[in-house]
């Protein structure tokens, strides 16, 4: 079995320019590119070209209908990184239904609580289906099981459901493409609203402009596809642009991720994108991985996206993998947001990421000026560059007022790739987007030479003796102690009624050693007390503790509520029982 080809070469590359996803399929299925689907190991165990799609998706548009769901019907997905999950989408888009696509279970996930996700999804959209994959049969009888469903089972099971004779309705460019689910880093997730024409949307200005697609690009990535930037950028919209995908389940790439950049080389990848600790997680890897042979020379653009950028682990990867190919001008950090549908703004290409370094105290005040080159504590942040043409972005404060160069507000966003709305919610929907179509972002952040820069989310916002301080200075910072690690802090604040925010430290430990769990304790308050935060709490929880959202970025607002039910007492009050294993002692 060989991987479909990267190019097409009697089908002119169209970028993303249709009025429907059906249209963008129907187009890409005349040529030869498609979908592969990787081993941890880099072993090609499926691929599809985009034509055998086409036609599994309408036969199986035929089932979905013939068994009485109607245009418009829900149908939530469980996203894995296989060909079910991929038929069963483009299936639900070729008979008019309006797919959702939620996360699968992880492998360190609460049973309990994924199950209890589940089923408020389901209902929350009122689903008539549930399509799963194989081996999660189980679980879909656990939590769908005693609900008035015309189907909750395999997508493999489907192909036994009988093929009616149900003449395909083409969808509309006002019609909903799908629900996507935030990733709820700040609230429970929402259903967003995207149609066919805002996805087309999104899809054309990111292929023809933040990514300047070209023939023989070939997508690579490991991103989960119930997260937008794996569903949308690296399913949909390389679809939509006849691209082939090589694409690795995101629970093998935790396992081994050098396979991801083996495939960028044997395949000769252009586009992939990443959150910071995919880039960091190779880079530890490689220390002790053969990298005999890794090209990475066809790697023309980097994406990194998701979370907060650290310049230092873009450094270290672009020093590790240089002597393989890589360039460091290859790095494409960019901006959006699902209400967006993926991207709004990008760095340009083959220039590198433009870093700040700004001084801490007065950005905290919220002005962003440049630190003194004898400042040794600077705040580092990356331009995510910018916006899309049709769109527009404009930073506000507090009073909606349009605030100039260097100066911190909120960011508001405007353009065709806006959603149409949070699913059945209208108040919060009306709370975020504005009658003339601004769309306030959540995110916090100010302008330089037309481009954006993100200093952080406003809900995580801390405000101490009217300071603003960002959770993230203070999460680093403790990441960078003598022995900790990358994401074993998160940091929030209580409102205590109206006096000074009370701040929350809570910090992954893996010993059970009293002295070594006390100089945790004393090291992350010596953070506290530098940052002049003085009302605080420091409390030990146990390794993979602090939760994360379906993206893998860190939810304060999950580690606040658990903060608050008690959660980590226990943990913090008594060692647990026996050494810690060596590998994993703090």
């Not at 996803?21 to 880099?42: C, H, K, M, P, V």
């Not at 696509?101 to 492998?107: E, H, L, M, N, S």
């Not at 037309?450 to 203070?474: C, F, H, M, S, Y």
Request: include cysteine; glycine fraction near 10%; aromatic fraction near 8%.
């Amino acid at each position: 079995m060989q991987p479909t080809p990267t190019t097409n070469p009697d089908l002119p590359l169209r970028t993303g320019d249709f009025s429907t996803l059906a249209e963008a399929i129907d187009y890409a299925a005349q040529g030869q590119t498609g979908l592969n689907f990787y081993s941890a190991r880099g072993d090609l165990v499926d691929r599809m070209t985009y034509a055998e799609l086409r036609t599994a998706a309408v036969s199986g548009a035929r089932r979905l209908l013939g068994m009485g769901l109607m245009r418009g019907d829900r149908v939530v997905l469980l996203a894995d990184t296989c060909r079910e999950f991929v038929e069963g989408f483009f299936s639900c888009i070729y008979a008019g239904l309006v797919p959702a696509p939620v996360a699968i279970p992880v492998v360190f996930g609460e049973h309990a609580e994924y199950i209890a996700g589940l089923r408020r999804r389901v209902l929350g959209c009122g689903a008539r289906a549930v399509i799963g994959t194989t081996g999660l049969q189980n679980l879909l009888a656990e939590a769908v099981g005693d609900l008035d469903l015309l189907y909750a089972g395999p997508g493999a099971d489907l192909a036994n459901r009988p093929e009616t004779d149900i003449e395909l309705v083409p969808p509309k460019a006002e019609d909903l493409a799908y629900l996507q689910y935030s990733s709820g880093s700040t609230r429970d997730p929402a259903g967003i609203e995207i149609p066919h024409h805002v996805l087309m949307a999104n899809s054309h200005f990111v292929a023809a402009h933040g990514l300047q697609a070209r023939e023989g690009d070939r997508c690579v990535s490991w991103l989960p596809l119930y997260h937008d930037m794996g569903f949308v950028g690296f399913l949909l919209m390389p679809a939509a642009m006849q691209m082939s995908i090589d694409l690795i389940p995101t629970r093998e790439f935790v396992r081994r991720p050098i396979t991801w950049l083996q495939l960028i080389s044997r395949n000769r990848g252009t586009l992939s994108y990443s959150p910071s600790f995919g880039y960091e997680l190779c880079t530890r890897q490689a220390a002790r991985a053969s990298l005999d042979g890794l090209d990475l020379s066809s790697w023309r653009a980097a994406g990194i996206g998701g979370d907060m950028v650290r310049p230092q682990i873009l450094d270290d990867f672009a020093r590790m993998f240089a002597p393989h190919g890589f360039r460091k001008t290859a790095f494409v950090p960019s901006y959006g947001l699902a209400e967006v549908t993926l991207a709004i703004s990008f760095a340009p290409l083959d220039k590198g990421p433009r870093e700040y370094r700004l001084d801490r105290r007065k950005l905290a005040d919220g002005f962003a000026v440049d630190a003194a080159p004898e400042d040794h504590d600077p705040r580092m942040l990356v331009s995510c560059g910018t916006i899309l043409p049709a769109h527009a972005a404009e930073i506000r404060n507090d009073s909606g007022q349009v605030q100039g160069d260097r100066i911190v507000g909120r960011v508001y966003l405007r353009g065709p790739s806006l959603m149409r709305g949070y699913y059945l919610n209208p108040d919060e929907t009306a709370r975020i987007l504005s009658p003339d179509g601004w769309l306030d972002s959540g995110d916090l952040g100010f302008s330089s030479d037309g481009e954006i820069i993100l200093t952080g989310r406003a809900k995580d916002l801390i405000l101490v003796n009217g300071r603003n301080v960002w959770p993230q200075d203070i999460e680093w910072q403790v990441e960078a102690l003598e022995r900790m690690r990358r994401g074993d802090a998160c940091a929030f604040s209580l409102d205590d009624g109206g006096k000074q925010e009370h701040v929350v430290l809570l910090v992954q430990c893996r010993s059970s050693d009293p002295e070594i769990r006390e100089t945790i304790r004393q090291s992350a308050r010596g953070v506290l007390r530098k940052m002049g935060v003085g009302e605080s709490e420091v409390r030990l929880v146990p390794p993979g503790a602090l939760p994360q959202t379906s993206s893998g970025k860190l939810s304060r607002s999950a580690a606040r509520k658990k903060f608050l039910a008690g959660a980590f007492e226990a943990f913090d009050r008594a060692p647990a029982s026996g050494p810690a294993p060596a590998d994993e002692a703090v």
